[in-house]
């Protein structure tokens, strides 16, 4: 398997360092894997001046998997739009159909009491956030800023085929039997045309999956109820926009948004990996960061794009046991855990591992 290697900006890095020390120590185990890294993001514009270069997107077509860690910063903020790191991002998850975003939200036992909210509201919190990751408002046209009438205005388009919500829709009603068989399905039915066939599109699919049982919810009460009650939920699919903002949300269920995964897969089982938070400017090069949810990631790269579920579970149970050992990086710690950097962090899970 070759795996397209894209450490991006911020502590991207850093980050990536771990997980790849990770994936070669399953190397030297006999996991066949190629590794070969290549620029997203910032790090791209500042050495070609683009954020998805033709070298990096040559490199990810012909990969399996693509491993990212983040990109952007200030030092982008104010280019041009098209030169902005995040629309590296939205190019690559594009230009390689990546349509499907898996994004579990899993609450550790070891950390149940890290989160802002009671540990009795999240302990044992199993929740999987299917998003959808190459449509919607991120990319309807038109769009635009122009002048109208004398002042300025600004404009985005939100739109959805009936073939993307019937293929999002799969992916959801697919994972909900691997796993507690219910579908909530999030939109705002109730003012936007885009999301009323939305959910049409999801009762005429339910059909097909009568062992599943799909539910609706607009998506203010969604985010209401994952704060009042997130353990009612199994799977929750939604579109792009709505999906980015609860799956934020729901990272904080968890404790950080240090520790949460994603998988982007398009119809086969290629995919990019990449933690859900940012590139973290403010502590990018001091070796703090967390490295759990990229090592995660590349976990979840081993059981989607390998298909090889025992090293993704060897790795997710390193990850568990060197919690339960109370070794903590600064966005989880609590008092009476062992405070650790990026670096140890890593050595700790190959040790575990
Ligand atoms: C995410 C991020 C991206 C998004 C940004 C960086 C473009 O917030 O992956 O959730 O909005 O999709
Ligand atoms: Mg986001």
Redesign the pocket.
Known sequence: MKVCVLPGDGIGPEIVGEAVRVLEALRADGLKIEMENALLGGCAVDATGEPYPAATQKLAREADAVLLG???GPKWDSLPRPQR??RG??GI?KDLNLFA?LRPAVVYPELAGASTLKPEVVAGLDILIVRE?TGDI?FGEPRGIEERNGERVGFNTMIYSESEIVRIGRVAFEAARKRNRRVCSVDKMNVLETTQLWRDVMIELAKEYPDVELSHMLVDNAAMQLVKAPKQFDVVVTG?IFG?IL??EASMLTGSIGMLP?ASLDDSNKGMF?P?H?SAPDIAGKGVANPLATILSAAMMLRYSFGDEQSAARVEQAVRSVLASGLRTGDIWQEGAKRVGTREMGDAVLAAL
């Open positions: 983040a990109v952007g790191p995040e991002l939205l998850r975003n990751l991120y792009n980015d799956s934020d994603s990449e859900i940012g």
